[in-house]
């Protein structure tokens, strides 16, 4: 499984992201997408998942501001990411589960 991330960019804070993802190869739609971030000098860390059927799981840093969906058809996961942050500011990454990971795209929020 490849995974293509994408929709990084620098924006304000209070502004607005859409990251997308796109997994190819030996995917199985079923499985469990994610994003994740790592910020520097911090571990990675969850921002939000969808599970196979639609079932969804945040942050409690992301909840309320960032929504995750998922088009099974074009095997792609999308983070909307609203009201952004300083805090925001890292490297985002797409995982496939159980162990598929994108090369990450970076996200930066300014003050």
């Known amino acids: 499984v490849q995974l293509q991330a994408s929709g990084g960019g620098l924006v304000q804070a209070g502004g607005s992201l859409r990251l997308s993802c796109v997994a190819s190869?030996?995917?199985?739609?079923?499985?469990?997408m994610g994003w994740y971030r790592q910020a520097v000098g911090k571990q990675r860390e969850l921002v939000a998942t969808?599970?196979?059927?639609?079932?969804?799981n945040y942050a409690d840093s992301a909840r309320g501001r960032f929504t995750i969906s998922r088009d099974y058809a074009k095997n792609t996961v999308y983070l909307q990411m609203n009201s952004l942050k300083p805090e925001d500011t890292a490297v985002y990454y797409c995982?496939?589960?159980?162990?598929?990971w994108g090369k990450g795209t970076l996200v930066t929020v300014s003050s």
């Open positions: 995982k496939f589960d159980p162990y598929y």
């Open positions: 190869g030996n995917v199985f739609s079923l499985n469990t």
């Open positions: 969808i599970s196979g059927i639609g079932s969804t």
